[in-house]
């Protein structure tokens, strides 16, 4: 819409009210299935199975947070979930961000096919690599080694890494470096003194979509470990049995897997939109 | 692989200049150097990623069961994939995984599409709410999957009570009955994905250039008309990508519904991937989900070559 009717629009006080209503519709609609995961997660037992919803006004407990994490390996998984995410994440920006920056400023021979290859293989399916992934584990005996998770988010998280570090390179003028050069720098200077301090925006989306990834992941994470290497994701799951299911442990659990997630949200909220829309609108 | 970059190098005429002597000279590190910056990155995805799928195709020709060493595995041939193609399961997951496609992504990009046309002017406390909406994306999916499980669920879930109070809807088993788990799944992911297409689009939207705009209304166009002649037509490119992207996601999709339904009752929420999982470590048949795992490439790789035609960020004609 033009500015002009923009503008016309915007004074008009009905259209105004009427575009902030939809605007905390959409909130509520997204805000309320978190708010009954943090909120069942403080009840306890008989107001959770006493089926009727109660949003704001009932007694709040920790005793589900007490037993979640009070119970038998919760630091082991909290440690290992820290671990696998944070290594992973560092790992693909330092690999991927020397793989962007090459594809991004070198002519080389094979680059346009390793870009295009890189482009591809970001589609392959966390199902397609379970089972290959397992035959791996089982030949090397690594079962149960968190190094392993750390390879393959690594691996899922390089492409996604690259494309989106690629873009930002690209738009920083080429013109700094050559001038770094001419004074005598080598590419690994180049690097780390002129370019990684105005790649940090850049960095800073690459890491949160790396961590987010790794952090979150559900499938390889069930597969790869064993009683000592289990992620949160996969321990709660564990709560899931065909007996009986404990909802407030449950959520507990939920709510602390999804903190990390919800911190880069409230303060990177602009740099993860610009991540998403990278793809799709610059392309 | 150095000599030839270097061959293909100092000939490159688009090289600047005062390049040219350096790039003849023996110890030029400029041609050797991008391959050493790309080489462990490729590496990583070569093992972690493309040997995978190379595996799952060399797996998908033996009967390999979970418990017996591979050695043991017998080469079965095409044995498997003539299975597979025979197999109702097989079908009918690939049919439910075409019909949640169809379901999501059109009501999907009918209410991104639409909220973001509605609400694409620029107003105060815009940046709040975008925070809000991206808040389903971020989530865990396995936390998506309970928390969906747990407003579903028949007997303490808020949906049931809901549904009674307001509409005298008597209490449904919705994840244990074929349709109603489907539609969970279904109302699930457009929870979760809606907000994604509208974030996109509104992107799109916001970055038209204000002169196209501006010209159509001085040539007459109504509302409709600039939106259907004018902004639709220019964001198009980002519609089909966005399209795309969730489609491969579909087919990509797997934890929202191990955690829901597991993929049933029967196999009615068991989509393509979740198929496979559960034909590899539920049935405990590796060689024969590893054939299924072989088509599901096949399906993603012709997905993944249309995006990469219609908007690859990496294409030489970016590359100013």
């Not at chain 1, 199902?127 to 005996?141: E, Q, R």
């Amino acid at each position: 819409m033009s500015e002009r009717i923009a503008a016309r629009s915007l004074n008009n006080p009905w259209r105004v009210a009427g575009h902030y209503f939809f605007l905390v519709l959409l909130a509520l609609i997204c805000l309320t299935p978190i708010w009954v995961m943090i909120s069942t997660s403080l009840k306890d037992q008989i107001t959770i199975f006493d089926g009727k919803p109660i949003w704001f006004f009932f007694v709040p407990t920790i005793e589900n947070y007490q037993d979640v994490m009070g119970a038998g390996k919760f630091d082991k998984y909290l440690w290992n979930s820290i671990i696998v995410a944070t290594v992973s994440t560092f790992l693909t920006l330092l690999l991927g961000g020397l793989c962007a920056y090459s594809l991004a400023r070198a002519e080389f021979k094979g680059r346009r096919f390793v870009a295009n290859a890189t482009l591809l293989v970001r589609m392959v399916p966390p199902a397609v690599l379970a089972v290959p992934a397992f035959s791996m584990v089982l030949a090397f005996n690594l079962r149960s080694d968190l190094m392993v998770l750390i390879f393959f988010y690594t691996a899922l998280n390089l492409p996604f890494a690259i494309w989106l570090l690629f873009g930002f390179y690209k738009q920083i003028p080429v013109e700094l470096e050559e001038a770094a050069i001419v004074d005598g720098a080598s590419p690994l200077q180049v690097f780390f003194k002129v370019l990684l301090p105005l790649m940090k925006s850049g960095y800073a989306v690459a890491g949160i979509f790396t961590f987010r990834i790794a952090w979150n992941e559900f499938v390889l994470a069930l597969l790869l470990t064993g009683r000592n290497t289990r992620t949160l994701p996969v321990a709660v799951s564990g709560y899931l049995t065909d007996t009986g299911v404990e909802w407030g442990r449950i959520m507990a659990m939920g709510t602390l897997i999804v903190i990390p997630p919800l911190l880069f949200t409230f303060f990177a909220a602009r740099q993860i939109i610009a991540g998403m829309t990278a793809g799709a609108v610059k392309g | 692989m150095a000599n030839a970059a270097i061959s293909a190098n100092s000939s490159e005429p688009s090289a600047p200049d005062g390049d040219r002597s350096v790039a003849k000279a023996p110890r030029d590190y400029r041609n050797i150097a991008p391959y050493f910056f790309i080489a462990p990155a490729v590496f990583v995805m070569l093992v972690g990623l493309v040997y995978p799928v190379f595996d799952s195709l060399y797996l998908s020709f033996f009967d390999w069961k979970i418990g017996e060493p591979f050695s043991k595995a017998d080469n079965v041939g095409f044995t498997n994939y003539l299975r597979m193609f025979s197999d109702p399961d097989v079908w009918e997951s690939i049919w439910v995984t075409f019909r949640f496609g169809f379901w999501t992504i059109t009501l999907e990009m009918f209410l991104g599409v639409t909220l973001a046309l509605m609400l694409e002017k620029p107003i105060r406390g815009a940046s709040i709410f975008r925070t809000i909406f991206i808040l389903p994306l971020m989530v865990s999916p396995v936390v998506v999957g309970l928390i969906w499980r747990y407003l579903f669920d028949a007997r303490v879930g808020w949906i049931n009570y809901y549904l009674g109070i307001w509409f005298g809807i008597e209490p449904q088993v919705w994840l244990g009955d074929a349709e109603l788990a489907f539609f969970a799944i279904v109302f699930t992911d457009i929870w979760q994905w809606t907000p994604f297409i509208f974030i996109i689009v509104i992107a799109g939207l916001q970055a038209l250039p204000s002169e196209v705009l501006e010209a159509s209304r001085i040539d007459g166009a109504n509302w409709w008309q600039q939106i259907f002649l004018v902004k639709l037509p220019m964001i198009s490119s980002i519609l089909v990508i966005a399209l795309l992207m969730r489609l491969i996601d579909v087919f990509r999709a797997l934890e929202v519904m191990y955690i829901m339904t597991g993929g049933g009752p029967g196999r009615a929420t068991e989509l393509l991937s979740l198929h496979i999982y559960n034909r590899a470590f539920d049935a405990q048949l590796l060689g024969y989900a590893s054939a299924i795992a072989v088509l599901l490439i096949v399906i993603v790789t012709v997905l993944s070559a249309g995006i990469l035609i219609i908007g690859n960020p990496m294409k030489d004609k970016s590359d100013v």
